[in-house]
């Protein structure tokens, strides 16, 4: 049988403030496989962040191992987790976190620039991300003239790019109203129903959560629980608000 | 593909360093002026170093470089030293000495000379009157453009004929012919004999072709009043470049002989040849040149620390741009190369500005005050090498700063 995607093994983690030493992560395994749609919840200070940094190879464990697609990455240096940022990882943030003076083209391009790809097979790749997230036809603006959910999807899109393994989505729908909670949630279902690539969700909102087909809850630098979840369809839920689905049909 | 990634990366990095620039128009105008005003010093300190050459080599073509100088001088150690003139005497005897013993010798002439009114029709200028022997424009290196020379016979008969200055003659005649014409000089009517070539300027900046010349037994009557004999300078002919120096030998040795110098003794009369007017030229330029080079030193380093102020600005403010940048796989070495040719691109518009400012300087300078100099390729090189290497040196700094951010830091950034 094939490893799981990630393997985080009895992993901690510990912050220096001055003489106090805080323990953010206490003895965290988790697996997770390939194609899985993850949320991970709990309160602010549970340790969620320091989690999702340390599986975003942002930063390295105090201790224990970290596998990610059979390949040990806890332990590298500052270039070598930035290379595994940039070939298996797809990050969105809360606060979409895109250049404002580029493009909506020039910002999914990004991650390609890095990984020294020729500019017009960039291009070619940038384009197909955004039509994959439905924003074929919105190119060129830069992102203050998008709404926030089109800069959400410009996000996911630069996240795609790279056909990375796993793609982190750290509180994604943080800033938008409920409908464009449930359009942008949609698209990271139907890009893990369609495309199988493995998400993970971290949220504080049991709602957002209840979309994923598990749900790791963490308290205290620990995860309280690990369980199943009958997932509900973002898109079925669009629909009884009586939006307008405009995402590309699944096909 | 592999070959590619190195460029890929370059020329993402320069259209990144554009759109900053241009995003920062006014504080990137700003920062650059001081860059700017040091490569505009380099660069007019390479063209007057190019020009300096240059001139030398065409006023040794000019004045002929096997021409000597003999000036009276005053030895008394209570007397104005170094003013000609002052103190000592020389006659044509002298010069008949000098010629008839120094075997590097091929000619001697008399020299005497003073300011005067001329006044031809209505024009009336004020010229310098030389006089010599006939000899004199085969010395120097003048030649009659039209009309001709004056005669031995004149030179004997105080004869009231002259040759004018190319510059004279224009100032007086205008485009018309002068040859034949009369022109007055203090007192006396002077007949044109013919005008000279044009010859243009001396080092000190002096027209060689604002001049009257007239036989010299003619100037002692008719201009200053001086004792037959007497001259102001002698010019002395080398029989060869390359034997000046012993020429000057030889002409103090029979000098001290004539005026009974001893050899410790200071003597009454000096030597200058034209190797001693260059150099002193050069030394007028070499300290210029040191100035400028200072002021280019000055400029570029208070320029550089504003390029390394703006970059860390530049650097602070982008925070979460390179948090962005390091999240979705910028490695350390992608954001100081970021910042690095941002701050080389800076520099680099700051070079192009500055020679395009010391090209104009150059042409004004060699307009107004008639300095020749040259703009070579080698010297654009420089000010480009120059402007990429203070990029470099004051851009390191800032870009190895944003390069070591931590990326969950730089993310949370406001």
């Known amino acids: 049988m094939d490893p799981p995607l990630i393997e985080l093994d009895r992993v901690e983690k510990d912050y220096h403030a001055g003489s106090i030493v805080v323990r953010a992560l206490l003895d965290v395994t988790l697996h997770v496989g390939r194609g899985e749609l993850v949320a991970i919840v709990g309160a602010s200070g549970s340790g969620k962040s320091t989690m999702m940094n340390i599986l975003g190879c942002l930063d390295r464990p105090t201790r224990g191992r970290y596998r990610l ?27 979409y976190n895109l250049l404002p003076r580029a493009s909506a083209l020039e910002n999914v391009e990004l991650p390609l620039v890095y990984r020294g790809i020729g500019r017009r097979e960039r291009r070619e790749r940038a384009r197909a991300a955004l039509a994959q997230v439905g924003l074929g036809h919105r190119a ?7 709404s926030g959910g089109q800069q959400q999807r410009v996000a996911i899109a630069r996240a795609l790019v790279t056909s990375p393994s796993l793609l982190l989505a750290d509180e994604p729908t943080g800033n938008l109203d409920t409908r464009t909670s449930y359009e942008v949630l ?13 998400i993970l969700l971290v949220t504080h909102e049991p709602s957002i959560a209840a979309c994923a087909s598990r749900i790791v809850t963490m308290r205290d630098g620990r995860i309280l629980s690990d369980a199943k979840n009958q997932a509900l369809d973002a898109a079925e839920l669009l629909a009884d608000l009586g939006g307008v689905n405009d995402l590309p049909d699944s096909a | 593909m592999t070959g590619a990634r190195p460029m890929t990366r370059l020329f993402a990095s320069l259209l990144l360093a554009l759109t900053a620039i241009f995003h920062a128009k006014g504080r990137a105008a700003l920062t650059v002026l001081g860059i700017l005003i040091g490569i505009a010093a380099v660069v007019i300190v390479s063209a007057l ?10 006023q040794i073509e000019s004045l002929g470089s096997n021409v000597i100088f003999v000036f009276p001088q005053s030895n008394q150690r209570s007397g104005a030293r170094g003013a000609r ?9 002298d010069g008949r000495a000098i010629v008839r013993e120094a075997t590097s010798v091929s000619t001697v002439v008399p020299f005497l000379q003073a300011q005067a009114q001329v006044v031809a029709l209505e024009k009336n200028v004020m010229t310098n009157v030389v006089a010599s022997t006939r000899r004199y424009l085969e010395v120097r290196g003048f030649s009659v453009a039209s ?4 005669t031995e016979a004149d030179e004997r008969l105080k004869a009231k004929v002259c040759l004018l200055g190319a510059t004279t003659k224009e100032n007086l005649f205008g485009d018309a012919d002068a040859v034949g014409q009369i022109v007055r000089i203090g007192r006396y009517p002077f007949r044109v004999l013919g005008v000279l070539a044009r010859k243009g300027q001396l080092p000190s900046g002096e027209d060689q072709d604002d001049r009257i010349v007239m036989p010299a037994p003619t100037f002692r009557s008719r201009i200053v009043p001086t004792a037959p004999g007497r001259v102001h300078t002698l010019l002395v002919s080398a029989s060869d470049p390359l034997t000046v120096g012993r020429a000057s ?9 004539r005026h009974h110098i001893a050899p410790e003794d200071e003597p009454d009369f000096g030597i200058h040849t034209q190797a001693e007017f260059l150099k002193t030229q050069e030394q007028i330029f070499g300290t210029l040149r040191a100035l400028l080079l200072g002021i280019a030193l000055v400029a570029l380093g208070v320029g550089g620390i504003g390029v390394m102020n703006i970059m860390l600005v530049s650097v602070t403010e982008r925070t979460r741009e390179i948090g962005i940048r390091m999240a979705i796989g910028a490695r350390e070495r992608d954001v100081r190369m970021q910042f690095l040719v941002e701050a080389v691109t800076l520099c680099l518009f700051a070079g192009i500005l500055g020679t395009l400012v010391a090209f104009g300087a150059i042409v004004a300078l060699a307009r107004m005050l008639g300095w020749s100099m040259l ?21 390191f700094w800032p870009a190895h700063r944003a390069s070591r951010l931590d990326p969950i830091e730089a993310l949370r950034h406001e």
């Open chain 2, 85 to 93: 003139g002052g103190g000592g005497r020389l006659t044509e005897n």
């Open chain 2, 147 to 150: 009309g001709a020379n004056f």
């Open chain 1, 69 to 95: 697609d059979r390949v040990e990455v806890g332990n590298r240096s500052g270039d070598g987790r930035a290379i595994v940022r940039n070939r298996l990882i797809g990050f969105v943030f809360q606060g």
């Open chain 2, 249 to 257: 030998a030889q002409i103090d040795a029979i000098l001290r002989q």
């Open chain 2, 375 to 395: 703009l070579l390729p080698q010297a654009l090189l420089l000010a480009l090498g120059v402007s990429v290497g203070t990029g470099i040196v004051f851009g």
């Open chain 1, 186 to 198: 949609a698209l990271l279902q139907q890009l893990n129903r369609d495309g199988g690539i493995t």
């Open chain 2, 49 to 58: 170093g190019t020009g300096v050459q240059q001139r030398v080599k065409s």
């Open chain 1, 140 to 146: 060129h603006p830069t992102p203050n003239q998008l």
